[in-house]
């Protein structure tokens, strides 16, 4: 009981205080030097971190080419995996975000400024133009951009099927994917939880793939296996 009303009253909003804190500071930031953005957003992660006592490690970064930009893909358990994946991966990640997030005030500043990619899942012809929008702008810009392909955090900690998604902006922007796991950060937080205990988390980083001769299916049934085989080592 203790644990839960500590967290309720004081871990998660300092986690949100401290994500709210750091969106203005980097949209601030960024109106004078966008060199800003990435040095903030490692702030960021490592500051929800910190506050959520996660003790973590990572293993396989030194596989990855810095000198490239990727689709990350990977599974989701938990609100705590973006800032693992940003504290760790040495890349300049950005988010594919929904499009009605850029009418919030300062939320959508930032995301604009700042190179987040805005998807319009409004309807099938809208999305497959963003995604083209998307490819374009990820080509341009030397981001790399997480995506969670499962679409939603899993509630029993199972990798969960794969949408098409990450296999598609891979294709149309010609960009290596990098698959990755994140173990144990359900047990800080798990899915629709509201209590955040320390726990041991884990980034698994497995070897990039190539796009030659893969198709939108064939590429998405290889993420979910590279995937489930991370989760397994």
Same mark, same amino acid.
């Given at each position: 009981?203790?644990?839960?009303?500590?967290?309720?009253? @004081?871990?998660?909003?300092?986690?949100?205080?401290?994500?709210?804190?750091?969106?203005?500071?980097?949209?601030?930031?960024?109106?004078?030097?966008?060199?800003?953005?990435?040095?903030?957003?490692? @702030?960021?992660? $490592?500051?929800?971190?910190?506050?959520?006592?996660?003790?973590?490690?990572? %293993?396989?970064?030194?596989?990855?080419?810095?000198?490239?930009?990727?689709?990350?893909?990977?599974?989701? /358990?938990?609100?705590?995996?973006?800032?693992?994946?940003?504290?760790?991966?040495?890349?300049?990640? %950005? @988010?594919? !975000?929904?499009?009605?997030?850029?009418? *919030?005030?300062?939320?959508?500043?930032?995301?604009? $400024?700042? +190179?987040?990619?805005?998807?319009?899942?409004?309807?099938?012809?809208?999305?497959?133009?963003?995604?083209?929008?998307?490819?374009?702008?990820?080509?341009?810009?030397?981001?790399?951009?997480?995506?969670?392909? &499962?679409?939603?955090?899993?509630?029993?900690?199972?990798?969960? &099927? @794969?949408?098409?998604?990450?296999?598609?902006? !891979?294709?149309?922007? %010609?960009?290596?994917?990098?698959?990755?796991?994140?173990? +144990?950060?359900?047990?800080? /937080?798990?899915?629709?939880?509201?209590?955040?205990?320390?726990?041991?988390? &884990?980034?698994?980083?497995?070897?990039? *793939?190539?796009?030659?001769?893969?198709?939108?299916?064939?590429?998405?049934? &290889?993420?979910?296996?590279?995937?489930?085989?991370?989760?397994?080592?």
């Amino acid at each position: 009981m203790l644990s839960y009303w500590r967290s309720v009253l @004081f871990t998660i909003p300092l986690a949100f205080a401290t994500t709210a804190i750091l969106i203005w500071i980097s949209y601030i930031l960024a109106l004078f030097d966008r060199r800003t953005v990435d040095p903030t957003f490692r @702030f960021w992660a $490592r500051a929800v971190m910190r506050v959520c006592g996660a003790r973590h490690r990572a %293993r396989g970064i030194e596989t990855i080419d810095t000198s490239r930009n990727y689709i990350v893909v990977s599974n989701h /358990l938990s609100l705590i995996d973006s800032p693992l994946l940003v504290y760790y991966l040495p890349l300049s990640i %950005r @988010f594919l !975000a929904k499009k009605e997030l850029l009418k *919030i005030p300062v939320m959508g500043g930032y995301m604009t $400024r700042t +190179g987040h990619i805005p998807i319009d899942r409004s309807n099938p012809r809208a999305a497959l133009e963003s995604m083209n929008d998307a490819a374009r702008k990820l080509r341009a810009s030397g981001h790399s951009v997480l995506i969670y392909p &499962e679409g939603t955090r899993s509630m029993d900690g199972e990798l969960q &099927e @794969f949408k098409d998604g990450a296999a598609m902006l !891979a294709l149309k922007s %010609r960009l290596p994917v990098l698959p990755v796991a994140v173990v +144990g950060t359900n047990r800080v /937080l798990p899915a629709k939880g509201v209590v955040i205990r320390s726990a041991d988390v &884990e980034l698994r980083v497995g070897e990039a *793939i190539t796009l030659d001769g893969h198709t939108r299916a064939s590429l998405t049934a &290889e993420l979910h296996a590279r995937v489930e085989r991370l989760l397994a080592s």
